[in-house]
C-alpha cells in the first residue's frame, strides 16, 4: 500500500516512501499529515493545506462495515483540524489499486478530473462536469471512464469554495451519495482544483489477507458479535438512523426550530417507522434498508421514492430528517427528501445547510415550515447568489450575518440533531472535539446514563471519542464498532490476520490516543482554547422547553478532556 | 463626574458609586469595565456584553485635541476587547452633565432614544428615526429636543447588527460625522436598542478647572508645544490627515486593488493637495480646515463640496480616500466623498467598508474602478438586502463566503491604509493590538525606522501602542498627544491642575500599561493566542509591487508583545 503525492499546481505524482505509515490508516494516518506537514495557521484555501484521502487499515478486507475512507485537512469552517469518513465504494476502489492514500498538495485555478489506475495518474479537464449537478456529473463520468469506476466528487459548493461544501464518495449502486459532509472539505478540494477522481480498477486484482484461515475465523466471531447486537441486527436493518427519531423526540432531543425546542409536533410524520411504511408502501426503486458496502450487515442506507416509485434521493437519515426537517419546522418525508435530493446535488453538508437554514428562518428571513421558500432558498446555493453564499458559508456566519443570538454551532460548525440540553454527553462532544459539534466524534446516545443529567457525561464522552477514533482509523462504521462494545481483541484479530502483523487491542488504543493528541496540538496552534471548548451561549441560560433542562455539565470538568487539558498533550 | 448604569431590558437607571475609577477616564475606563464586568467568551450583542461610553480626564477642559470620548465593548468584529474614540462635542456635553460614563447593559428588542439631561434620563421611543439616513435622524432630534443638544447615533446598519456598524456623534456644526467607527460598536448599541442618545445640556454650568491659574499656565506651555511642531502646525492645518497619501504612495504603502499593491497610478489625484485646491476652487461651504472640536488648533478635519460649493460629506480623510479610494482602483475625490457620504449616513466604517469592497472585487464580484457599481453595492447595506449584509459582515466574512485567499485583514478586521508589507510597524501594530488591524493603536508612520526594514519595528509599535493608550484614556487626539514628543509631565500637570490632584507622567504610563494588561488579559480569556497575532499568510509570501518588500518582521520578535507575551501579563 502506498501514498501518493499529487502537486495540483504543477500536477507532478510522486509516491512517497519516506514516511512508515504501515499500521496507520484513516483518521490516524491524515491527522497525522495534517499535524506533521500543514501549518496550524495557514489559510485553509491557500497553498499550505493538504487535502488527504486515507483508507482504513480494514478497508477492502471483506469485514462487514469496514470499507470507510477518511478525508482530512485543516477545516475552512472550523480553522481547525478536520477529518470526515464515509463508507460506499470508493475507498474501496482506491485500495485495490494499492494505494493507502493520496495526499493533495498547493492550489490551483482551474478544475482537473484525477484519474487514477494501475497506469498511473492522469490529469483531464473538467470543463465538463463543472457547473453539473453531481449525479449528471457522476454519469458522463461513468460515460467518460466506463460503469466500472468510482468517483470521489465535488459539487457546486465546493467550486465556489462555500463552507458548507462535502466532498462525495459513491455507493455500491454508483449514486454519488456518500458524503464527506462535514468542515468544508469540498471547499479545500475546490481551491486546490480536485473537482473529481475517479477510480479506475481495471485489470487489477482483489485485495487478500495475508493470513486467510485466521481472517476467516475472525470475521466469524466478529460477524457473530454484529448479529447478536440488537441495533445492529434489528434497528438500524429495519428503521435505519431514522429509528432515532422518536427517541429523541421523547428525550427531548430533537432539534425544532433552530434548535428552539427538543420535540416536534409532527414527528410521528417523520419517524423511522413512517419512512419504512412509506418506502415499503411506494414499492418500486426504494427500498427501506440498502448497505452502502458491499456486504455490510448492517444496512442502515434507505432509497426513497416518490409516489410513482421512483428514486427520490438516497439514504433519507436522522440526520437530515432532524436539521433539514423538524429544525425547519417541517414535517413531510417527501419535502425533506427535496431537500435532501438537493443537498446531494449540490455536494453540501445537510446537517450545516439546514443549521444554516434555521438560523435565517429565526431571524424571519425565512419562515419555518415554508416548503417552498425553503426549497427556493437552497437552489440558490447552485445559482451562486448572494443569498446562495450566505447559506453556503454554514450557520456561523449567517448568524453573525443576521445579528442572530442563538446560533447553534461550536468551533463555527453547526450541531449534528441532538439538542445539548438533552442529550448532555454530546454537548460535551460538541464542545471539546477537535471536530467541533460532530456526533461522530463521540456518539454516546446509548451510554449508560441520564441523559439529562449533568453526571457522568464528561467520561461517556471522552470514552466514545477515543473508541471512535479507533473505528474512524480502520475504515470501521462506528455502528459496527459500537457493536463490539469495547472488544477490541476481536478487530485486532482481524488486522493481525489481514496485514500479517501482530496488532494487539492495546496498539489500537494507543494509536487513537496518540491520534487525538496530534490533533489537539493542531488545533492549539491553530489557536484554540479552552475558550473554544463551549457550547453556544443560550444553551447554558435559556430551557429547551422539551427536556426542561439547559446545559449544565461543569465547565472544568469538561476542560479534563479540552484542547487545554493534559489528557491529550503530546509528550514531547 | 458620575458613572450612570442604565439597564436597557427594564430600563432602569443607577448611579455607580461602588467603584472608584477617580482618575480612568476614556479607553482605560472602558477596557477596566469590559475587562472586569463582561464574560470574555460570551456572545457580543447578548445580554452579557456591556456597551460603554466614557470621557476622557481631560475631556471638557479646553485643552486643544483633548475632547475625546471612548466607547468601549466586547467586539462582534473581533470577538476581543474594543474600545474606539472620536471626537466632536457629544462627549463634551456628556462632561457638562457631570458624567463620566454611560454604561449600557442588557438587550432589548426595541429601539429607544435616551434623553439625558440635568433632570435624569429619560427614555423616548425611536420610532421616529428608524432606517434614515444619520444627518436627517439628527435633524428629528433637533426638532424635538432643540438645537443645543448633541447626539449619539447609530444607522441604519446599526439597527440590523451589522459588524461594520459605527456609532457617530457630531461635530460644533451639529453633522453627526464623527465615527467610533472600528470593532462594530454600533451592532452592540444595536442589540440593546440604543439607537440614540441625546445630550441636553440645558441649564448645566461649563466645567471650570480646580486650579485655575496653574491650568492657565499649563495650557499656554502645552498649546506652545503643539505649535511648534511642524506635523500639528502646518501640514494638518493644510492638508488634513489626506496629506499622507503622497508619503505613502511613494512608500510603496497606500492599499491598492485590495492590497494587491501599494501605489496607485492615480494617486495625484486623491492627494490632500487635491483635496485642498479642490475644495479651495469651489468655496460655498466648503473648507480645507476644520476643527471638529471647539479650540482645536490641529484642524485636521475639512469639508467637501460639490461643484456648486455645497455639502457632501465632511471630513474626507486618507483611511476614506485610501479604502474607498485607492483600494478600489476609484482615482476621483467627487466618487470618493459619495461613498464617503453614504458610508456616514448608514453609519458604517469606512475603513471595513472599504476593505470588504476591495475583497469583493478581487473576487470579480464587483470591479475595480466602477463608481456606480459600487455605489449601488453600498446602498444595499441600506436595503438590507442579502447582498447589503454581506458587505455589512466586514472584509474577513466577505473573504469566507466567496473563498478569498487574500483578506486583508487582522483578528477579522481591515487594515488600515498602510500595507504592512512597506509600513512594517504598522504590521506590528496590527498583529499585536489587542484591537485588531487597527492603526490608531500604535501609529508608527512617524517613527524614525526604516519603514520597509524588519528592523525596530517592533519597538516602535510597543511605544506607540502605550503612548496612545494614555492618549486614549485622557481623551486627547493622539495627533495632539504626539505633538508632545514624549512629554508625559505637561499633561501631567494639565491633569494636575485641572482634576486637583496630583497626577505624574509615571502614574499616565503606568495607567496605560494596566489597560493594556486588562485588554491582553481580556482577549486571553476570550481565547486569543499567538496564533492570532499575525497577518494574512500572503502578507509574508507575495511581494507588494511597489515597496518590493514582503513582511518579515519575525514572529518570535512580534511574540515579545504580543497576547502571550510577559509583557502585558497581569501581576496576580
Known sequence: MKILRINMKDLSVKEDNTIKYSSLGGRALTSKIVHDEVPATCHPLGPFNKLIFANGVLTGSGA????????????????????????????????RLGIRALVFEDVRDDFKIIHVSKNGINFDDAAPILGKDLSEAADILREKYGSHIAVWLIGVSGEQKMNLAAIAGQDKEGLPTRFNGRGGLGAVAGSKGVKAIVLDDEGVE???????????????????????????????????????VRTTNTLGALPTRNFSTGSFEHFENISGEKLRETILERGGEGTPTHACMPGCIIRCSNVYVNKAGKLVTSPVEYENIGLLGSNLGIGDL???????????????????????????????????????GTIKAVKEIKEGTPFGRIIGSGANIVGKLYGAYRVPTVKGQTMAAYDPR?????????????MGADHTAGQVIRAQ??????????????????????????????FGGGAIQGRFDLIADLITAYIGQKVTAEFLKETALDTLKLEHDFNRKAGFTKADDRLPEYIYMEENPASKTVFDVPQEEMETIGVESDTYRLNN
Not at 438533552?422 to 477537535?434: E, F, H, R
Request: aromatic fraction near 6%; include cysteine; hydrophobic fraction near 35%.
Open 422 to 434: 438533552a442529550i448532555k454527553g454530546l454537548g460535551v462532544t460538541y464542545a471539546t472535539s477537535p
Open 334 to 372: 417527501d419535502d425533506i427528501a427535496e431537500l435532501n435530493r438537493l443537498c446531494n446535488e449540490y455536494g453540501v453538508d445537510t446537517i450545516e445547510t439546514g443549521g444554516a437554514l434555521g438560523v435565517l428562518m429565526s431571524q424571519n428571513v425565512l419562515s419555518y415550515g415554508d416548503v417552498d
Open 449 to 478: 446514563v441520564d441523559h439529562h443529567s449533568s453526571e457522568g457525561q464528561v467520561k461517556a464522552s471522552k470514552d466514545a471519542q477515543e473508541s471512535v477514533t479507533i473505528f474512524d482509523s480502520l475504515g470501521m462504521c462506528y
Open 206 to 244: 482483489k485485495n487478500r489477507p495475508i493470513d486467510k484461515d485466521a481472517f476467516r475465523e475472525a470475521m466469524k466471531t466478529y460477524h457473530k458479535w454484529l448479529m447478536e447486537t440488537p441495533g445492529t441486527a434489528k434497528v438500524f436493518p429495519e428503521l435505519g438512523t431514522a429509528g432515532l
Open 64 to 95: 462487514s462495515s469496514a470499507d470507510r475512507y477518511s478525508i482530512g485537512a485543516k477545516s475552512p469552517l472550523t480553522g481547525g483540524i478536520k477529518e470526515s469518513n464515509a463508507g460506499g465504494v470508493s475507498g474501496l476502489k482506491l485500495g
